[in-house]
Every structure is written in structure tokens, then in C-alpha cells.
């Protein structure tokens, strides 16, 4: 399957996440994409090193700018349970303008054409690092690296995208 592309229409799935009620809760990805602006930037691991201290950092540092040049919402996909999304969130002090969802099975990953097969190290199948901007359902940027750089997909490379 070939990787989203600028012009795609992103496809419908259900993630998974932890309200603030502490509640596990199913959403459809088009339910929070629909007529909004969003950054969906999806990583290879929750607690990985690139991961957990440049990546998901970045955009909860520059999640104020983002949303003052019409971002509506961020949201991290990871190729992990709800649990342990919800325990990598907590491990940064001020999370409240990023989503952290869960593809505990990797199928909405799939769906976009951005897995990453990662079995050879014992992970199995995860996402790539990448960065989409997406305005009501349809993708304006995709920023995906290659193998396990960090080059083109962190906040400040969205900045310039807007």
C-alpha cells in the first residue's frame, strides 16, 4: 500500500485513549479530524529515546504557536496499548494540547501506508516517524523520515508548512 500523500482524504479508524475522567475511550479518527486543523504525528514508540525527548516534546513546546497560526488540535499515534500511552503522557508535565492515541494493533497505521517493520529489533510491527497536516480530513503536508532519522517531521518543520 503506498504512504498517504498530499491530497489524500486521511481514512476512517477507531484509536484508542484515556480521558480526563481516567476513562479508556474509543474515537473515530475522522470524528476529530472533521472540519478542524490537525497535526497527526505518529512515532515508532512510546518511551523510546528520539520519541520522548525530542519529538513528542517539540510539539507540546510549540503547541501554542501551532494553534496561533489555526491549528485546532495535535495528536500523537503510537503503535502502543492505551495504557501505556496514557503512563508516557504522564511522564511530561503539560500535556493538554496533545491527544496521545493508541494503535495497540497498528491498523490504523496501516491504513495510512506508514508501518515500519521493526521485528528484527524485537518491536515488531510500529509506525514510522512522521508528521501530516491535515485540514477537514484532506492532507496538506505529510513529513515521513526515513528509517529512524529525525529530520523533517518535528514541530518547527510544521511551523514552516502553515
Known amino acids: 500500500m503506498a504512504p498517504i500523500a498530499v491530497g ?12 480526563e475522567q481516567d476513562q479508556l475511550q474509543q ?3 475522522h470524528s476529530l479530524a472533521a472540519g478542524k ?13 528520539t520519541c520522548s525527548l525530542k519529538h513528542v516534546p517539540g510539539f507540546i513546546e510549540k503547541a501554542e504557536e ?3 497560526k489555526g491549528v485546532d488540535d495535535i495528536l500523537c499515534l503510537s503503535v502502543n496499548d492505551p495504557f501505556v500511552m496514557k503512563a508516557w503522557a504522564k511522564t511530561y508535565p503539560e500535556t493538554k494540547n496533545v491527544k496521545f492515541l493508541a494503535d495497540g494493533s ?3 497505521t496501516h491504513a495510512l501506508g506508514l508501518e515500519l517493520d ?3 529489533k ?3 510491527i510500529r509506525s514510522r516517524r512522521f508528521a501530516l497536516l491535515v485540514d477537514d480530513l484532506k492532507v496538506k ?5 526515513t528509517g529512524g532519522e529525525f529530520t523533517v517531521s518535528s514541530a518547527e518543520d510544521i511551523l514552516k508548512a502553515l
Not at 8 to 19: H, K, M, N, Q, S
Not at 141 to 145: A, I, Q, R, W
Open 8 to 19: 489524500d482524504v486521511i481514512p476512517e479508524g477507531t484509536l484508542a485513549y484515556f480521558d
Open 106 to 108: 497498528a491498523t490504523y
Open 27 to 29: 474515537v473515530s479518527v
Open 37 to 49: 486543523k490537525v497535526i497527526l504525528f505518529g512515532v515508532p514508540g512510546a518511551f523510546t529515546p
Open 118 to 120: 521493526l521485528g528484527e
Open 66 to 68: 501551532l494553534k496561533s
Open 141 to 145: 503536508v505529510t513529513n515521513t523520515e
Open 122 to 124: 524485537g518491536l515488531g
